[in-house]
């Protein structure tokens, strides 16, 4: 299956309508999503009244935080494994924008905690330091892509640090959560189905859809920018050796 | 595969760190004098340095770690024994986790056997606490020297790598420092800590080498 896909001429093809449509759909889910939230769900007075509303993009966000760095691990991984190029050019894709929705889900819970917990920041809640080393994760990911001088070392060492810190994660995840959390308890996904009342589920679930049709958008279109810059080097070099 | 190049990198390590004269004590140096800046800027209440003391010298171990660990990779691969290691029939694995063990003996361990002294400077109070203290600065000062060699050996062929070390090192340092803080703390959870931190460096002793490996592969290339 990785194969098929690692051809960046079927990428090209298959992206070239699939990132449109994606932009498209994301702008209406995430339109829907923002007007169900500013306007139209009651307000929830435990969850610090209007501020609540918030939450349709803080949970988007978290959710793709967690989602882009496993993707970005697992792409570092076929990467590793296969070779296959279009796996790398993924990876490096993800990490700027996971860095972008990381960031997003820390400084809208930090203007959610401020009038609901009194706080814009508690340094013992497991999430919110989870996310955070996950933040720097996806920056030290960057630092060492960049500090490499050619585009292999850098793919190769960009996936060892990509497995590394994802085989971290969870020991991160765990080491924290044995302090306790403000956060709630799980709500979305658990055992006997949602818990959340339908009226916010509903645009919290599409919200989070669009969101995540956004990010491969743009995953898409990083990684078809990438792959032209590349042909465009060969190409001049091709002209500069006289071909 | 015989033992003996993973021997040799082991001795070689201990003995670039003796190399040069104050080489060894260096770290040391900059372990009190970190822990020591502390009390200058946060105030010398004995109260609050009694509380915060502990803490202070886990992130002094940390930031020691990490100033040290730049070199020990770096030099080896100017100078081509890293080329000299991968060729023996040693994993590349094995050697970089003996390097690194022969660091953290050299490098590490003597600032756990500080660590007393300097509590008592912090206004501890003398008994066995301060032993099982240094135990669990031994053992946590393994995990991230472990990790940061992750680090080094990544960042083994970049010039002044010393900063990228750092933003690679930290986030895979929390685990330890959480539960070494647990441990030594009077929270809920301080019993089982102790056995958390071990187990968090015996993570990092079996994963740590072979991602160590890889980055030198690469910076061998």
Redesign the interface.
Same mark, same amino acid.
């Given at each position: 299956m990785f194969s098929w896909f690692a051809n960046p001429h079927r990428f090209l093809m298959l992206s070239s309508w699939l990132a449109p449509l994606f932009y498209a759909t994301a702008a209406l889910l995430i339109a829907w999503g923002l007007w169900q939230g500013l306007w139209v769900v009651p307000k929830d007075d435990y969850q610090g009244g209007d501020i609540m509303r918030v939450m349709f993009i803080h949970v988007p966000a978290a959710w793709l935080a967690m989602a882009s760095y496993l993707g970005m691990a697992v792409m570092s991984f076929v990467w590793f494994i296969w070779r296959h190029e279009v796996a790398d050019i993924a990876a490096k894709a993800i990490a700027p924008l996971g860095a972008t929705w990381t960031a997003l889900c820390l400084v809208t819970g930090a203007i959610w905690g401020k009038p609901t917990w009194g706080t814009w920041w508690q340094w013992d809640d497991a999430r919110m &330091?989870s996310v955070l /080393? &996950?933040f /720097? $994760?996806f %920056?030290?990911y960057m630092? %060492?892509r960049a500090? &490499?001088?050619t585009r292999q070392?850098a793919a190769?060492?960009g996936a =060892? %640090?990509a &497995? #590394?810190?994802a $085989?971290?994660v969870p %020991? =991160?995840k *765990?080491? #924290?959560d $044995? *302090?306790t959390s403000l956060h709630q308890d799980a709500s979305v996904i658990t055992p006997e189905g949602p818990k959340m009342a339908a009226v916010y589920l509903w645009p919290l679930l599409i919200s989070s859809l669009g969101h995540s049709l956004l990010f491969a958008a743009l995953v898409m279109t990083l990684m078809r920018a990438e792959i032209w810059t590349r042909r465009a080097a060969q190409i001049r070099a091709r002209l500069m050796t006289g071909d | 595969m015989s033992p003996a190049p993973i021997l040799s990198a082991f001795r070689q390590a201990l003995g670039e760190a003796w190399a040069g004269g104050a080489g060894a004590l260096l770290p040391v140096g900059f372990f009190a004098g970190a822990a020591v800046l502390v009390p200058l800027g946060v105030g010398t209440d004995p109260e609050t340095l009694r509380t915060i003391g502990p803490g202070i010298l886990w992130v002094s171990l940390a930031l020691s770690s990490l100033v040290t660990l730049e070199r020990i990779f770096q030099a080896d691969a100017e100078d081509g024994s890293l080329d000299l290691w991968l060729q023996t029939s040693a994993p590349a694995a094995s050697i970089a986790a003996a390097k690194t063990f022969a660091h953290w003996l050299t490098a590490g361990l003597p600032l756990a056997l500080l660590s007393p002294f300097l509590l008592l400077m912090f206004q501890a109070q003398i008994g066995g606490a301060l032993l099982e203290n240094m135990l669990f600065y031994a053992i946590g000062g393994l995990a991230f020297y472990f990790w940061g060699g992750v680090g080094a050996a990544l960042a083994a062929t970049v010039r002044r790598g010393g900063l990228l070390i750092s933003l690679i090192a930290l986030p895979l340092y929390v685990p330890t420092a959480i539960f070494g803080a647990l441990a030594m703390g009077n929270g809920p959870s301080s019993a089982a800590a102790p056995l958390f931190l071990a187990a968090s460096t015996l993570f990092a002793l079996a994963v740590a080498p072979f991602a160590m490996g890889a980055a030198l592969r690469l910076a061998a290339d």
């Open positions: &330091m /080393f &996950m /720097f $994760l %920056l030290g630092a %060492l500090a &490499m001088d070392k190769r060492a =060892i %640090l &497995m #590394v810190g $085989l971290n %020991l =991160i *765990f080491s #924290v $044995l *302090f | -």
